[in-house]
């Protein structure tokens, strides 16, 4: 092959490959990423919350101090609103002399995993307090065939689709290969038979397997990657157990149900989670996890499964809490945080 021949197919070649690129990222676009930096589809289509974090303040003179929180629906913008709150109070005890800036990514129905992945992202941030408070979101995650179940979670969509993105870091440069991958993995689980959850929900049909707690492993590791990235970080972590309120009497995932609790705008079946024993066993092992991995790092640790009263006016179902037991809950963490002086 003579050098003009090897130059047209070179050039043809490389027109194709130009040409497959600008159609796959209109594909990708068309499909809500970003033409030019694709790779922001973590934020674009999962992590919304971490472009503009409830909290977060523009400008402003002097040091803030930096609080962010982590965790699920009880106390993120919207629920509880634990970063107005808890910035109300910080305010009020310390005055003029800090300026605080709570930062709340806490978002409803993310786990531990959802949490771990989004203080990584936040990897240019830095924050002179985290506050974690999650403990019921993974429950979920067990509602699976013991086959199905996996540690990573990626039997569920949402973080399959997750760590299919981050498995891609060359995306920005090519979206070929993101896209082959996409395809692939589609045609296996055709074929396959591949089973997943939801991001929010239980399958009933498998909610008998809730009670074998498999999330025990997963749940300890990515709070322990969060301790660790946060003493790498130079960041003070602080870990909340997690409460909740169980009546006396069964609960059976109806209407009925709310009989035992205080009247909320927001409240949520205990079977969204799973079968109220398994949720409660659930919980009862995550914060057993909490408190290991808050001996194990030496982090700050409130104890608000104990501490907050099995109340039924202070709580709109099994977790998510009502007026008074917002007050509480803030009050609570902020008292908390005064006495130890951590900030």
């Known amino acids: 092959m003579n050098l003009r021949k090897l130059s047209f197919y070179s050039i043809f ?24 930096k694709p790779s922001e589809y973590i934020f674009d289509g999962f992590y919304k919350n971490l472009k503009e974090p409830a909290g977060r303040e ?11 929180i982590l965790g699920g ?28 800036e709570v930062i709340n990514v806490a978002a409803p129905a993310h786990t531990s995993l959802d949490n ?13 307090l985290l506050i974690y408070y999650e403990g019921i979101n993974d429950t979920r995650v067990n509602n699976i065939p013991p086959s199905s179940f996996k540690d990573d979670y990626s039997h569920v969509k949402w973080y399959s689709d997750i ?9 920005d440069i090519t979206v070929i290969p993101y896209l082959l991958d996409k395809a692939f993995s589609a045609i296996y689980d055709r074929l396959s038979g591949e089973i997943y959850l939801e991001p929010i929900g239980v399958d009933p049909r498998f909610a008998k397997f809730g009670h074998q707690l498999r999330t025990k492993a997963s ?14 970080r130079g960041d003070k972590l602080m870990l909340v157990s997690y409460a909740s309120y169980f009546p006396p009497d069964p609960l059976s995932g109806n209407e009925s149900d709310n009989r035992y609790y205080t009247h909320c705008m927001f409240a949520t079946p205990v079977t969204m989670w799973g079968k109220p024993a398994n949720v409660k066993a659930g919980i009862a092992q995550h914060n057993q996890e909490i408190r290991k991995v808050a001996t194990q790092y030496g982090t700050a640790f409130l104890d608000l499964e104990k501490r907050m009263p099995k109340d039924s006016s202070l709580f709109c179902d099994v977790c998510h809490i009502s007026e008074p ?19």
């Open 13 to 36: 070649i490389l027109m194709l490959a130009g040409t497959g690129e600008l159609f796959s990222r209109a594909f990708l676009c068309f499909c809500g990423y970003s033409f030019l």
């Open 58 to 68: 523009v400008g402003g003179a002097g040091k803030k101090t930096r609080i962010l």
């Open 73 to 100: 629906s009880v106390v993120s913008p919207g629920y509880s609103d634990l970063h107005i709150r808890l910035d109300t109070i910080l305010t009020r005890k310390f005055g003029n002399t800090k300026d605080f």
């Open 116 to 128: 771990l992945l989004k203080y990584s992202l936040l990897e240019q941030e830095r924050f002179d």
């Open 163 to 171: 760590h299919q993105l981050l498995r891609h870091p060359e995306i």
């Open 219 to 232: 749940y300890h590791k990515n709070l322990e990657s969060i301790a660790a990235l946060a003493k790498a």
């Open 325 to 343: 037991g917002a007050r509480r809950f803030a009050e609570e963490i902020a008292a908390f945080i005064i006495r130890h002086k951590i900030v």
